[in-house]
């Protein structure tokens, strides 16, 4: 890595320590280069604010999101696999780095704000390419028809996030057996509602 991205790379991991600790209406750059233990200018001449810090925070793991949903899709595995790849990644992405979730979860994807409505178009990118794994189980007859399938997606990735919601506000440290136990819980509750 260059110097440069070295730098912007610190300055993204101080921006999500602070974002997760203070919320992102309440901090200042000026928090972020503290953190960061560099210039309050040098947070501007990458960012020019910290709006353009949280969407690139955002995007770098919904990026990475879409792409495992993808890469779901394209894969021969069962439908429930498909769903238990997408789960595991979300759960495992928490588990390595919770104030980041905690940032996504809170600040943008709950968020009714300018940040939610922003990434509304990206985040049902994720809702659809779920719903297209539930249609096409449909259409093979391994889960039901009569649940609609952009309504099962939402339901999927709400109970994920609703499980992270819990873990982040509770501020307990989650014993590792809880990460694999709530995978398999929550793909046994989505799959087995879609009968399959």
Known sequence: ????????RLILDAAVRVFARQGFHTCRVSDIADEAGVAYGLVYHYFPSKETILDT?????????LATIADAQASEAPPREQLRRIASFIVDSYRRDPDV???????????ANTFGRTHVQRI???????AQIV???????????????????????????????QWIFSGEEIPEAEFEHVKAEIVEMICGGLGG
């Open 135 to 165: 249609a096409q189980a449909q259409k093979a007859g391994v889960f039901r028809r009569e649940v609609d399938a952009l309504f099962a997606a939402q339901a999927f990735y709400g109970l994920v996030e609703q499980v992270l919601t």
């Open 57 to 65: 925070v955002f995007l770098e793991r919904w990026n990475l999101m």
């Open 1 to 8: 890595m260059s110097v440069a991205a070295d730098k912007r």
């Open 101 to 111: 979730m905690k940032v996504i979860v809170v600040e943008v994807t709950r968020a």
């Open 124 to 130: 049902m990118q994720a809702y659809e390419g779920i």
